[in-house]
T-cell receptor, first 114, second 109 residues
Framework: DAGVIQSPRHEVTEMGQEVTLRCKPISGHDYLFWYRQTMMRGLELLIYFNNNVPIDDSGMPEDRFSAKMPNASFSTLKIQPSEPRDSAVYFC????????????FGQGTRLTVV | GQQVMQIPQYQHVQEGEDFTTYCNSS?????IQWYKQRPGGHPVFLIQLVKSGEVKKQKRLTFQFGEAKKNSSLHITATQTTDVGTYFCAGYNNNDMRFGAGTRLTVKP
């Protein structure tokens, strides 16, 4: 397996634009997580899915953020409209179970909103 | 909700010195995991501790889980430049897994 695949690796966009980040988890993993990493706030859990169903989205900062998982092999994190304070590295991770097995992280998407 | 605190935030050591990072949870944990993130990279799983008082070693790295399963530590003996990066703990309980803020380690050759 190629591991967790995220795209794009880098995204630069203007304030107000819509941004969509994509993730392909490891095949067979039932859990998918979206994290945001910044210098100020560290690694924050935004949302996680179990079998394509959102379980905990309490970390989603506001209504501008939304995440979907239409099937077991694909998830998106959308920001609309984007703001400069959304600039961060966004990681997707997947695991067989939540917490009791290791999480495999993708390479991340570095988002810059200007 | 569950909170996981990690200290120190930064640590700068001379190559050959030891390094320790500590992780404390506000609640009792089912298990704790440790991850390492190299500069510019992504977190990579190191180890998982499950049992109260558990100690595990990986070469120069020693991981401990507290008796009360609310704290953990990672100790690196005789650091090397390859040890640079950010070390995260992640505590798990009741379908809730939370990462600590991480300890960024720099090593001066």
């Amino acid at each position: 397996d190629a591991g967790v695949i995220q795209s794009p690796r880098h995204e630069v966009t203007e304030m107000g634009q819509e941004v969509t980040l994509r993730c392909k988890p490891i095949s067979g993993h039932d859990y998918l997580f979206w994290y945001r990493q910044t210098m100020m706030r560290g690694l924050e859990l935004l949302i996680y899915f179990n079998n394509n169903v959102p379980i905990d989205d309490s970390g989603m900062p506001e209504d501008r953020f939304s995440a979907k998982m239409p099937n077991a092999s694909f998830s998106t994190l959308k920001i609309q409209p984007s703001e400069p304070r959304d600039s961060a590295v966004y990681f997707c991770a997947s695991s067989l179970w939540v917490g009791s097995t290791e999480a495999f992280f993708g390479q991340g998407t570095r988002l810059t909103v200007v | 909700g569950q909170q996981v605190m990690q200290i120190p935030q930064y640590q700068h050591v001379q190559e050959g010195e030891d390094f320790t990072t500590y992780c404390n949870s506000s609640t009792t944990l089912s298990n704790i995991q440790w991850y390492k993130q190299r500069p510019g990279g992504h977190p990579v799983f190191l180890i998982q501790l499950v049992k109260s008082g558990e100690v595990k070693k990986q070469k120069r790295l020693t991981f401990q889980f507290g008796e009360a399963k609310k704290n953990s530590s990672l100790h690196i003996t005789a650091t090397q430049t390859t040890d640079v990066g950010t070390y995260f703990c992640a505590g798990y309980n009741n379908n809730d897994m939370r990462f600590g803020a991480g300890t960024r380690l720099t090593v001066k050759p």
